[in-house]
């Protein structure tokens, strides 16, 4: 089973073209000038279940974008996704529960939180049965080696601790498709 194709998908940005000076500033409030810069162009890849890949290239590649397109943060400017069969731009809570995505510029950790307490939160968010959420936080604490992590503010921790509870917090609910977009992993964004 495919798990993830895209067909000729493209990306493109307008961006301002700011005039030089004050002048040009003031100039810009009324007439605006826009370039075009294409993020992600004619893309296409397919993706069998049980796959892994990663796309490696340098900053401003495409390589966020089109993390963004594939769990329909943002949807492409042409072509086609289907990510299980779904298409990701046209977001069902069907599709949203069985995928999850670490973003490594952003975190989904509550930073006021301790550890525990955002894990179970997350529980709460995905309707995770308490037995399958402890059977599978034990799992992933003892796995990453965080059990002394698990009462501490979010806040306090390192950068390599809260990517662990990153990585624990998208994998609590049991996703198909992992998705990660990690600006630590030396420039590889992986599917």
């Known amino acids: ?3 993830i194709r895209t ?3 493209t990306k493109k940005y307008k961006r301002y073209k700011k005039q030089e000076g004050v002048t040009g500033s003031i100039k810009g ?4 000038e826009y370039e075009e ?3 992600v162009d004619a893309f296409n890849m397919d993706v069998d279940e049980g796959e892994f890949i990663g796309l490696i290239g340098p900053n401003g590649a495409g390589k966020t974008t089109l993390v963004k397109m594939l769990t329909g943060i943002i949807a492409p400017t ?4 289907q990510v299980m069969g779904f298409y990701p731009n046209k977001l069902g809570k069907a599709f949203k529960h069985q995928y999850a995505v670490v973003m490594g510029q952003k975190s989904q950790l509550f930073f006021e939180l301790t550890a525990e307490d955002t894990l ?3 529980k709460e968010i995905y309707r995770i049965p308490e037995d399958e959420y402890r059977k599978n936080k034990n799992f992933f604490v003892e796995l990453f080696q ?5 009462d501490v ?4 921790l390192s950068l390599g601790e809260r990517m662990k509870m990153e990585l624990i917090a998208a994998l609590l609910h049991n996703p198909k498709i992992l998705f990660l977009d990690v600006n630590w992993c030396n420039k590889i964004a992986c599917i």
């Open 1 to 3: 089973m495919k798990m």
């Open 7 to 9: 067909e000729n998908i």
């Open 29 to 32: 409030l009324f007439h605006r």
């Open 37 to 39: 810069k294409i993020a």
């Open 78 to 81: 042409s072509g086609e996704i």
């Open 120 to 122: 179970r939160l997350f």
């Open 146 to 150: 965080v059990q002394e992590l698990m």
């Open 153 to 156: 503010q979010v806040r306090t």
